[in-house]
């Protein structure tokens, strides 16, 4: 029956359920099988990854040893080895791992091409002040001393030149032993041991200047004259932390205040021969260039708890009291100001200041109506010195001011603003209290507390964007990065090591509170471009600072900083200025030897990079803190130390 001569059994036939069971089946083997596999595979990979990441990690967070070199006077100086991101011949190509975002982006082929190599200026630049320039100086108005105010070179008239360190130079001796002793070689000026030899300010000795710690009006020491102080008011209950010295000489009345725990800013004109606040530098204290003229002190109102003169020469009576009027501006409700010399104990001293009685009881008289009619309070006068305390706020000054010839009050205006603004004969007014007790903008918490407490403008809404909540979140973040710090330069742990210290953008000053347990100071900066102004909360936090326009020249005097700090400037300032100006001008006031470190993207870090090879810096980019895959990066820079060549050299040499 069948082609095929196979039998034929019926019951052999597969049924259509079991073709699916062994269908079934197969298909389970099948499954289990690639299961097991996958499990390897997937298990593989996570090894793999969990291995590369955690070597990438290790690789990352190695910290950055010290280089050994020494030169003239230098303490040992840290240096970024090489890492992943940049080596020695040039900066290393993002392209593959990050999309420019706008023309700030760059390349390391196109970045090495435009790298430019920066001269060092002639000799006669070794203490150029831009913005201070005595020769510039000269097209100003003469009248209330205008001419000596910050008058800043046009863009072409700026250097692109290095401003050298005078042959010789030494790095400082390090803190306390700096307060009191200076190299003669960098600040070679011997007139103030002549001019102020009987005064007791400065005496040359060998190769260095000792500061005794005198002045004009307290010839037995600072020390000595800052306890006749604490005499008639409290120093030492943390009430008092931030102070003003206005023409403050070479600072010792700031300098000698720091062991009591009262950062003082000093500021006096820049000198035409005696570099007064150079020396307050070199001596490792708070200082700028500065005068009253006709513009308002570049600090915020209400920022310091006492303000002070000795033999100061401001005329305080004259132009219908301004002088007074914009130190009531900066002074806390209820802080102090304090005047020693002329016209004070006047009845002694008059013979001896070649004055007649009748102009010296004229001066102070009118130096005392003035003061009243700030409505601030005489406390005290005892032997040489004058005390006045500013009231906690202007309840019953505006009621006095009815019937009393005062000053008016400001119209509404920003009483911080305080860059190249004219000074006005207004009263600024104190913030509303519903009180004749009330401290008008909120009391402060006693230092060391203040530091971390949160601050009145903030915590009364006064600063847009910054509530309590953000402050603490600040802060915290800056103890993290502080660490992190710490370890990739590990000469920040080290105590002496850096002094001076500039924060170039210091939003609520985290960065210098991290610090406040070593022995630096820090100039926090807000620039005036800055999204908020937040300089009166650094204050009322206990520290100090100033605001700066980072496309002029900052007033003071080379090699004034130690380590300076910049976060987003370059970010900040783009379209606004030329970068290697800003550059320059941080290598300007950065001392040989001296560290640099910016937080930014890293676009901007590749091309300020290019610029810091040509200045001869050694730099190097890292990660910060939060690791690899983030934009933001750090660049870590050392000055390398170098000086104008010897005098028998300098003519030969061009700039």
């Known amino acids: 029956m069948g082609g095929s001569g196979l039998p034929y059994h019926p019951t052999s036939k597969p049924s259509k359920d079991s073709t699916t069971t062994s269908t079934t089946a197969a298909a389970a083997m099948i499954a289990s099988s690639w299961k097991k596999n996958n499990m390897y595979s997937l298990a593989l990979i996570t090894f793999l990854c969990s291995f590369f990441y955690l070597l990438g990690v290790w690789q990352h967070s190695s910290p950055i040893p010290i280089l050994t070199t020494t030169s003239a006077g230098s303490s040992t100086t840290p240096c970024i080895p090489a890492t992943t991101h940049t080596s020695t011949a040039g900066p290393i190509d993002f392209a593959s791992h990050h999309s420019a975002d706008d023309e700030l982006s760059t ?272 406390l005290v006068e005892k032997d040489d010195i004058a005390i006045w305390q500013k009231p906690v706020n202007h309840m019953n000054c505006k009621h006095g001011q009815k019937h009393a010839r005062n000053p008016p009050f400001c119209p509404d205006e920003d009483p911080d603003q305080a860059w190249y603004t004219e000074m006005e004969t207004c009263l600024t007014a104190l913030p509303e209290v519903s009180s004749n007790q009330e401290v008008a903008g909120g009391e402060l918490e006693k230092w060391p507390g203040r530091l971390n407490a949160v601050p009145p403008r903030i915590s009364r809404g006064t600063i847009p964007g910054v509530t309590a909540e953000k402050f603490k979140e600040d802060a915290e973040l800056w103890k993290r990065r502080m660490s992190y710090y710490k370890t990739v330069n590990n000469q920040l742990g080290q105590p002496g090591r850096y002094r001076n210290v500039l924060d170039m953008n210091s939003n609520l000053g985290g960065f210098a509170a991290t610090l406040i347990d070593d022995p630096v100071w820090v100039m926090n900066v807000i620039p005036v471009e800055a999204e908020a102004n937040t300089l009166g909360v650094i204050y009322e936090r206990g520290l100090i600072g100033t605001y700066q326009n980072w496309c002029e020249a900052m007033s003071t005097y080379p090699r004034t900083y130690d380590l300076i700090h910049a976060d987003s400037i370059f970010t900040l300032y783009h379209n606004r200025c030329e970068m290697e100006d800003i550059l320059l001008e941080m290598d300007r006031i950065l001392r040989p030897e001296g560290s640099v470190m910016v937080r930014d993207d890293v676009d901007v870090l590749m091309k300020v990079m290019t610029i810091t090879d040509g200045l001869k810096w050694e730099s190097k980019i890292i990660d910060n803190e939060d690791g690899p895959f983030h934009r933001e990066k750090l660049l870590f820079a050392v000055k390398l130390y170098w000086t104008a060549p010897p005098p028998n050299q300098q003519a030969n040499t061009s700039s």
């Open 107 to 378: 390349s390391a082929t196109s970045a090495a091409q435009v790298t430019k190599s920066y001269p060092s200026c002639d000799a006669a630049y070794s203490e150029y002040t831009p913005c201070e320039d005595p020769t510039r100086s000269l097209n100003y108005n003469r009248d209330r001393l205008i001419y000596r105010e910050r008058h800043c070179p046009s863009k072409g008239e700026l250097l692109k030149c290095r401003v050298p360190a005078p042959y010789g130079y030494k790095n400082p001796f390090k803190w306390p032993i700096s307060r009191d002793l200076v190299w003669y070689n960098s600040v070679p000026h011997k007139e103030l041991t002549v001019e102020k030899a009987v005064q007791n300010w400065i005496r040359f000795e060998d190769d260095r200047f000792r500061f005794p710690g005198g002045g004009t009006m307290f010839p037995n020491g600072a020390d000595a004259y800052i306890d006749d102080i604490g005499k008639l008011i409290t120093l030492e209950d943390g009430s008092i932390r931030t102070a003003l010295d206005t023409g403050c000489g070479v600072a010792s009345w700031g300098a000698y205040l720091l062991s009591r725990d009262i950062l003082t800013m000093s500021f006096a004109p820049r000198d035409t021969h005696e570099a007064q606040v150079q020396f307050a530098l070199e001596r490792g204290v708070p200082a700028l260039i500065g005068l009253m003229a006709s513009k308002r002190l570049p600090y915020p109102s209400r920022a310091f708890d006492m303000a002070h003169c000795s033999r100061c020469l401001i005329p305080w009576a004259e132009y219908d009291g301004i002088y007074l009027i914009e130190v009531d501006r900066v002074l806390r409700p209820g802080g102090y100001w304090i005047l020693s010399g002329p016209p004070i104990r006047w009845k002694k001293h008059w013979n001896g200041w070649a004055r007649s009685k009748e102009d010296l009881n004229a001066e102070q008289t009118s130096i005392e109506n003035v003061a009243s009619s700030l409505c601030w309070e005489k």
